[in-house]
């Protein structure tokens, strides 16, 4: 019961998910970042460029932070356990 | 002894086998990815397991390098901008000629030369306020030649300028705000310049960026007024 609490807090995702949350985070900011300076600049407020990258990064840490059921439709496939060894370990 | 050192050789060979892909092997593995499945391509390249926090840690990573590269695209763009359309302030003072009295200010020693102003000033300072504007402070600087050869320069009235809606100013019978004294000679009568130039100066704050310096106004050659003692 323990493990499986501290499995939901720890939030491990597999690693196609990892791939993914890499893509869509690196590519949300760059993209929230440049709209945001264009936006800015175009209508002279730098309140208004601020307040649009702060809030895209809420959207994204909703998005990628917490470990959605998507981020773990690949799980890792194990081999299944060999046979004991029959030499001594050292 | 062989039989054990060839058994040894066989034990290092199945422990490397059944250890976990290391950095090196998976370089040599990348040579060969074409069979293997999306998910063991992708362990190839991350060997640490995610969890929430290194989420958190490279997502903060990441917005703190958008962050930095927002603020120096804003100072580049101010940059370009100033260089561009560099704005044209134009402003006019008007001063009657500055009075000199020999008085004692209160909490002074000894008596000491004072001189007093009286002037107008009008400017439009509107073109500096852009997005990049944080504030804009204003300063009436004298500038004057003492009978040593030094070059003075007293602010004798400033403003803080935060809104474009302020940015007019209009003032009329201002005095000086700061005392107006010779310090470094001997007063303004014996042998300081006997006249002096005035001129508003702004300095322009912005959010991000380099400060701005510039002249909106000038009037050269104000006579001082030396009168009698009080």
């Known amino acids: ?90 | 002894m062989r039989e054990s050192t060839v058994h040894q050789t066989r034990l290092m060979f199945i422990w490397r086998l059944e250890s976990r892909v290391t950095v090196m092997s998976a370089c040599r593995a990348l040579i060969h990815l074409s069979f293997l499945d999306a998910n063991f391509q992708v362990f190839l390249r991350f060997h640490t397991m995610h969890s929430f926090f290194t989420r958190v840690n490279n997502v903060s990573a990441l917005l703190s390098s958008c962050t930095m590269a927002l603020l120096a695209a804003i100072t580049i763009a101010s940059l370009l901008q100033e260089a561009i359309y560099p704005p044209q302030i134009h402003g006019q003072i008007s001063m009657k000629p500055v009075k000199v009295f020999n008085a004692k200010a209160p909490r002074q020693r000894r008596k000491q030369e004072m001189a007093f102003l009286n002037f107008n000033m009008t400017a439009d300072l509107t073109p500096l306020f852009t997005w990049n504007t944080k504030q804009l402070f204003l300063s009436l600087e004298a500038e004057y030649e003492n009978a040593q050869g030094v070059n003075n320069t007293v602010v004798l009235w400033d403003r803080i300028v935060r809104r474009p809606e302020d940015a007019r100013v209009r003032v009329i019978g201002a005095k000086n705000k700061y005392a107006f004294k010779e310090i470094g000679g001997k007063g303004f009568s014996k042998g300081a310049a006997t006249n002096a130039s005035y001129a508003l100066k702004y300095n322009l704050m912005p959010y991000v960026g380099v400060l701005r310096y510039g002249e909106a106004a000038r009037i050269s050659d104000v006579p001082f007024d030396v009168r009698e003692e009080l």
């Open chain 1, 1 to 90: 019961m323990s493990s499986a609490v501290q499995d939901y807090f720890e939030g491990k995702i597999d690693f196609v998910g990892q791939q993914r949350v890499e893509e869509i985070s690196r590519i949300w900011l760059f993209f929230f970042t440049a709209l945001s300076f264009v936006l800015g600049f175009a209508l002279q407020s730098l309140k208004l460029s601020f307040m649009l990258l702060g809030t895209s990064t809420v959207v994204l840490c909703v998005i990628v932070l917490p470990a959605w059921p998507m981020y773990n439709m690949h799980p890792v496939k194990w081999l299944p356990v060999v046979g004991e060894q029959t030499t001594k370990s050292s």
